[in-house]
């Protein structure tokens, strides 16, 4: 796999990170203008509009989107897909810095086997 390729994963990747951490700080924002206590759905959906983040993450969705199917002509999808795991890695750190969440050993010892497996899928990629 060529550098170019992996940064633009990285990109990707990053993209969606971002989109997933707005979201949680739309749903922490749309949880605290809560009006009623028993919360449906059609609250859920007025709360979360009233929350800027949230069209953010929608803007950033949309271009990852569509940066994802900018890759995908260039990279097999047996490839680029993998990379998307990082995310699964990333996301529950950042977590911990942004919103003081934390991360059990278990957590520690799957990413590190996400992270080997996209390097192992990566190298064989090459080939």
């Keep these: 796999m060529k550098l ?3 940064i633009q994963l990285l990109l990707f990747v990053s ?3 971002t989109g997933q951490i707005l979201f949680k700080k739309t749903a922490l924002i749309a ?3 809560k009006i009623e206590k028993n919360s449906d759905l059609i ?3 007025l709360n979360v509009l009233q929350v800027p983040y949230f069209f953010l993450a929608m803007i950033i969705y949309a271009i ?3 940066y994802w199917l900018y890759i995908l002509q ?3 999808l047996s490839i680029a897909y993998p990379f998307t795991a990082l995310a699964m890695v990333l996301i529950p750190i950042a977590s ?3 919103f003081k969440e934390s991360l059990s050993t278990h957590y520690w010892i799957g990413s590190f086997l996400i992270f080997m497996g996209i390097v192992i899928i ?3 990629g090459t080939n």
């Design 4 to 6: 170019a390729q992996i």
């Design 15 to 17: 993209l969606m990170c």
């Design 31 to 33: 949880q605290k203008i």
């Design 43 to 45: 609250s859920l959906i």
């Design 64 to 66: 990852a989107t569509f």
């Design 74 to 76: 260039k990279i097999p």
């Design 96 to 98: 911990v810095y942004l």
């Design 122 to 124: 990566s190298i064989k």
